[in-house]
């Protein structure tokens, strides 16, 4: 079992073309729960919407134009059935990210093998969401995937191989294993996606999530913005991921939808840490009240302070890949320095 404890983990990117210099930054950071980079600036292919695109049928990368989209043709039988075959042999092997895509994940393995913390508690790793994916991903007449129900489940089924393959990788750490999905286009929800019913989203993320769990694993999402956690909360997650910083009320209103998620032994990650412009006047003090502030009012709520702290996690607010490397370093500092003190104001030990 894992309870969160108020450690901190991270989103996944950093604005580092560096691999080496990110990965010491994370293992410093984030001693009990780290992630693996990903980082944009040093390859487009490390960009959210490309990183987790190998094996995906029918995709066009131009890299000179910085462009990515699905191209199908009229007579697309044989490749969508080379793509279930190898889907249905369950082999996660055969969907791998290669360094080229992420040059962070082997770089970060490798780094907690040789320097492997003491206060080690759990891996992290992360996928794009398949909706944000689906919708980001357009055809040259500029259709977005989400709305093409083979590739659709395509990219469902591809995700899920990419989750399952960082899973994998993780095994040997002997630790509880977690894989957040990337969903910042949920934070559209009810708009961009009218067409687009609730019942298929919460499907969908079921899909991957059931998978991590049948890998004896955590499933998390996160969303930068704001959406309708209840819809989140319905899901099969095990870690909801929001942003704290900008959106605390808006994530507290929804008390007896909190207090089923925790008791039901769901996680708040608490992304309280900016990583807008904010960062610069954020200071470790104001990080501490806004947080004890949060733990009072769901106790305030009646939910069990106890329970509130054993299901909770520390993040960033979102990635810090497109922050100055001096401020994503200071989100990232400011991260360590909140969790140790939310540990010791509330005897973690």
């Known amino acids: 079992m894992f309870n969160g404890n108020f450690s901190a983990t991270a989103i996944g990117s950093y604005p580092h073309n560096n691999v080496e210099d990110a990965c010491n930054l994370i293992l410093r950071t984030l001693p009990e729960v780290p992630c693996w980079p990903q980082l944009p600036e040093r390859d487009m292919r490390e960009e959210m919407l490309v990183q987790y695109t190998e094996g995906l049928p029918f995709l066009k990368i131009d890299q000179k134009k910085k462009s990515v989209y699905i191209d199908m043709p009229e007579d697309s039988t044989d490749e969508l059935e080379k793509f279930y075959y190898k889907f249905l042999s369950e082999d996660p092997g055969l969907f791998p990210i290669s360094d080229n895509h992420a ?58 191989m990419k989750a399952c393959w960082q899973l994998d990788q993780y095994s040997e750490f002997g630790l509880p294993r977690i894989i957040f999905l990337d969903e910042p286009y949920l934070s559209s929800y009810g708009s961009a996606f009218a067409s687009l019913k609730k019942e298929q989203i919460v499907e969908s993320l079921n899909e991957i999530f059931l998978a991590i769990h049948n890998r004896d694993s955590l499933s998390g999402i996160h969303c930068c913005g704001n959406t309708d956690w209840t819809m989140l909360m319905e899901t099969q997650v095990d870690i909801i991921n929001f942003d704290a910083f900008g959106y605390m009320d808006t994530m507290l209103i929804y008390k007896n939808e909190v207090r089923a998620f925790l008791e039901r032994g769901g996680i708040l990650a608490w992304g309280i840490v900016p990583t807008t412009d904010s960062i610069k006047e954020a200071t470790i003090d104001d990080l501490m009240g806004k947080m004890v502030s949060a733990v009072d009012t769901l106790t305030g709520f009646g939910i069990d302070r106890k329970l509130i702290i054993e299901n909770s996690l520390i993040t960033p607010s979102c990635g810090t890949g497109t922050m100055p490397l001096e401020e994503a370093e200071k989100a990232m500092t400011l991260t360590h320095q909140l969790t140790v003190q939310l540990k010791d104001k509330y005897n973690i030990t």
Request: aromatic residues 4%; proline residues 7%.
């Open 103 to 160: 040059l962070g994940f082997s770089n970060m393995v490798n780094l907690l093998k040789e320097k492997r913390p003491e206060s080690l508690r759990a891996i992290k790793g992360q996928i794009v969401g398949p909706i944000t994916l689906a919708g980001s991903l357009k055809s040259p007449e500029q259709i977005a995937v989400l709305h093409n129900p083979v590739l659709f489940d395509v990219i469902v089924k591809l995700l899920t």
